[in-house]
């Protein structure tokens, strides 16, 4: 946490780095390494768009895989849950590549294929909340094995519902609305076929 707020403060001329090419600078090694290769899945790259050269595409992947890890600790700011997820898991040692790699191309193949490539753009861009969540939801119920009904109808009440909408609108880092959002994904996609 202090080498990331010695290199922020650093950061101050020229182009800043981004928060994610800070902590690629710092907490550089496998599990950034896996990040950067799973940034090019096909499916991913279809549901995110092009890549982002401030590394944004990275970061929601790590977001992903921290709230879903670790949902149960999280406290804001987002940015440093994200800094100690990936220094914590640097070398993979708490979550392996095989296991991470099923976890997140598993569910984006998924999401792709029954929700299509603007799943995670309810408007116009990629809305992080939604990613998360949505994201969240399905892993969690691609746990129990797999889905084979359309999850057009759960997905669609998701967005109508007024607690999940404010939970990807507003102040979505709060601790509350990151588990009100976390929590009615999850809800939504248990019992599917």
Not at 56 to 72: M, N
Not at 88 to 109: D, K, V
Not at 131 to 143: K, N, P, V
Request: charged share 25%; net charge neutral; aromatic share 10%.
């Amino acid at each position: 946490s202090s080498q990331f707020a010695i290199f922020e403060r650093l950061n101050t001329t020229s182009t800043s780095l981004s928060p994610q090419e800070i902590r690629a600078a710092i907490y550089g090694g496998e599990f950034n390494s896996l990040l950067e290769d799973l940034n090019t899945n096909a499916d991913w790259r279809e549901l995110f768009g092009k890549t982002n050269p401030r590394k944004r595409d990275q970061e929601l992947i790590l977001r992903f895989l921290a709230l879903h890890y670790g949902i149960a600790a999280y406290r804001p700011p987002m940015k440093e849950f994200l800094n100690d997820f990936m220094r914590r898991n640097r070398y993979l040692q708490i979550y392996p590549e095989a296991e991470i790699r099923s976890l997140f191309e598993g569910t984006m193949s998924l999401i792709l294929e029954k929700l299509g490539s603007k799943a995670f753009k309810p408007q116009r861009a990629v809305n992080a909340a939604l990613l998360d969540s949505l994201s969240i939801g399905i892993a969690g119920r691609l746990d129990k094995g797999s889905i084979c009904s359309d999850l057009r109808r759960e997905y669609e009440g998701l967005l109508n519902d007024e607690s999940f909408r404010i939970a990807i609108y507003a102040g979505t880092a709060q601790s509350d609305n990151v588990r009100t959002r976390v929590s009615l994904a999850i809800d939504a996609f248990a019992d599917v076929e």
